[in-house]
């Protein structure tokens, strides 16, 4: 290579390293400037969001915010705090209603909202949901459903007359379709799910049942209407139906055998 060609060689090399050079340089002030304004930017952004406090969390409680404070959205309170033991000395926990006994008037309840919307007596909401979370062994390893808890006198009106509708379509006279419907639903102030202690439970499989039947008395809950003693509780069997009773009366209605009402007259 001739002396011309390589000195034109080192002129190119040099000013190639000087634009190289010139080029990394401004890269680097772009890019630092580009990070001074985003930082800019999320600090004007964090500025504008909300305080902390003004904000909510719907998924952090089912009934409650986050700092205990009762939810706005479910307004439950009654004009008086459930009594512990009632005027004629029957304990919350142990209160009779069937179709001989109907709920005492003035009764009030302090309610607690579950997943999927249903409502019980706040003092069985602990067990309940301790109990149900056990029943995934018997559930497929799925969360049972409560499908129904608490009604109201309304609630239960409608789903009476519904029942009573049903037969008289299928040619019963009003007087037999009140006693056929009154089999499978108890009538308006008879029935426990207006005591909030009762709930019917749904299940991914029917084994759920087995399990609740062999299990719910740890829990302070009772299968309420066995097929064999209907003829005691005034209605046919229902697998679904569960009734808070409290762990020790529990325990003793299932070692003994014993439906509510047998329960209560040896009790006394």
């Known amino acids: 290579m001739s002396e011309k060609a390589m000195a034109r060689r080192r002129r190119y090399r040099q000013r190639h390293r000087r634009n190289t050079l010139a080029t990394w340089v401004a890269g680097a002030a772009c890019a630092a400037m580009l990070v001074f304004l985003a930082a800019m930017g999320c600090m004007d952004y964090v500025n504008k969001l909300p305080p902390p406090e003004s904000s909510t969390f719907p998924g952090l409680a089912l009934s409650e915010t986050k700092q205990g404070t009762p939810d706005p959205t479910i307004q439950d309170s009654q004009p ?46 602990g067990p309940l949901t301790e109990m149900l979370e056990a029943a995934r062994e018997g559930n497929w390893d799925e969360l049972p459903r409560v499908i129904s808890g ?31 419907a009154g089999k499978w639903v108890a009538v308006p102030g008879t029935s426990e799910h207006q005591l909030g202690l009762a709930v019917d439970v749904e299940g991914a499989t029917y084994d759920v049942f087995i399990w609740l039947q062999e299990n719910s008395y740890k829990y302070g809950f009772i299968f309420r209407y ?5 003829d005691t509780t005034g209605t046919v069997e229902e697998v679904w139906h569960y009734r808070y009773v409290g762990v020790e009366a529990a325990t003793e209605m299932y070692e003994q055998g014993l439906c509510l009402e047998e329960y209560l007259e040896k009790s006394g």
């Open 80 to 125: 008086q705090e459930p009594s512990t033991v009632y005027e004629d000395g029957t304990d919350w926990n142990l209160r009779l209603v069937n179709r001989w006994n109907p709920i005492p008037e003035g009764y009030n309840v302090s309610l607690k909202e579950l997943p999927g919307g249903e409502k019980v007596d706040e003092r069985i909401y």
């Open 150 to 180: 608490y009604r109201t006198q309304e609630v239960q009106q409608e789903l009476y007359d519904a029942e009573v509708n049903k037969y008289k379509s299928r040619g019963y006279s009003e007087e037999e379709a009140k006693a056929e």
């Open 226 to 230: 066995p097929g064999d003693k209907t």
